[in-house]
């Protein structure tokens, strides 16, 4: 599994080499997932742990990806040791404060090295390299401080936040996360409108559907 990841991560660094914008990948993964009632970030899609899927598709844009743990770091230390991950565990002690917490304090943390973050989740399997190129593509070409996916109703993650939103991630705290600084007039934000955001698991049911929609009819599209 690895010889996968590491081709994809030469690309990038290639690809990236003719960018002057520095960015890293901030794959959100601390929560409990009470809801999946097991650490659902490791939940096989066809013998391939979820998270998986998330980190294929960051080292598309970038080498440097991040994975926030929290409730389930142990697990996760032992599966990133085991799968062979090219990342990097960003321990959150106090995850259970909230995801805007967590996204505040790991701003503060990776922003003194990085222009930009691409922030995503744990549980959206369909999210491919390509998705995360074309925002990469569009944040990188357009004068822009974030570029997002466009929901049915609503936008969100992934997003990229540039330099220009370092701040007020920072401000965030508790539960409520950064979905509101994308509707922020202060800014100027770029969504992209990519289906495959709109797939995230939440239950055992979720990931029951999605494994038998792509071994069954995703070939029908």
């Known amino acids: 599994m690895y010889g996968v990841f590491e081709r994809s991560k030469r690309q990038i660094i290639e690809w990236n080499s003719e960018r002057m914008t520095n960015i890293a990948a901030v794959i959100l993964a601390a929560g409990r997932a009470s809801r999946f009632q097991s650490c659902k970030m490791l939940a096989p899609?066809?013998?391939?742990?979820?998270?998986?899927?998330?980190?294929?598709?960051?080292?598309?844009?970038?080498?440097?990806?991040?994975?926030?743990?929290?409730?389930w770091h142990e697990t996760l230390s032992e599966a990133k040791e085991r799968y062979d991950w090219?990342?990097?565990?960003?321990?959150?002690?106090?995850?259970?404060?909230?995801?805007?917490?967590?996204?505040?304090?790991?701003?503060?943390?990776?922003?003194p090295k990085y222009d930009?973050?691409?922030?995503?989740?744990a549980?959206?399997?369909a999210v491919s390299a390509d998705n995360v190129a074309l925002l990469w593509k569009v944040f990188s070409e357009h004068s822009v401080d974030a570029v997002c996916c466009q929901y049915r109703d609503s936008v969100?993650?992934?997003?990229?936040?540039?330099?220009?939103?370092?701040?007020?991630?920072?401000?965030?705290?508790?539960?409520?996360?950064?979905?509101?600084?994308?509707?922020?007039e202060r800014y100027k934000i770029t969504a992209?409108?990519?289906?495959?955001?709109?797939?995230?698991?939440?239950?055992?049911?979720?990931?029951?559907?999605?494994?038998?929609?792509?071994?069954?009819?995703?070939?029908l599209w």
């Open 123 to 125: 549980d959206q399997p």
């Open 156 to 184: 969100g993650v992934p997003a990229i936040a540039g330099k220009s939103m370092f701040d007020a991630l920072q401000q965030l705290s508790g539960d409520s996360g950064a979905k509101h600084l994308l509707s922020d």
């Open 86 to 111: 090219p990342v990097t565990l960003l321990h959150e002690e106090t995850w259970n404060e909230g995801i805007g917490s967590v996204i505040a304090k790991v701003t503060k943390q990776l922003s």
């Open 116 to 121: 930009a973050l691409l922030f995503m989740l």
């Open 45 to 71: 899609v066809n013998d391939t742990p979820l998270i998986s899927f998330p980190i294929k598709a960051a080292l598309s844009v970038t080498p440097h990806v991040f994975v926030v743990t929290g409730y």
């Open 192 to 219: 992209v409108d990519i289906d495959q955001c709109n797939i995230d698991i939440d239950t055992p049911a979720d990931l029951e559907g999605y494994v038998h929609y792509i071994n069954n009819m995703a070939s």
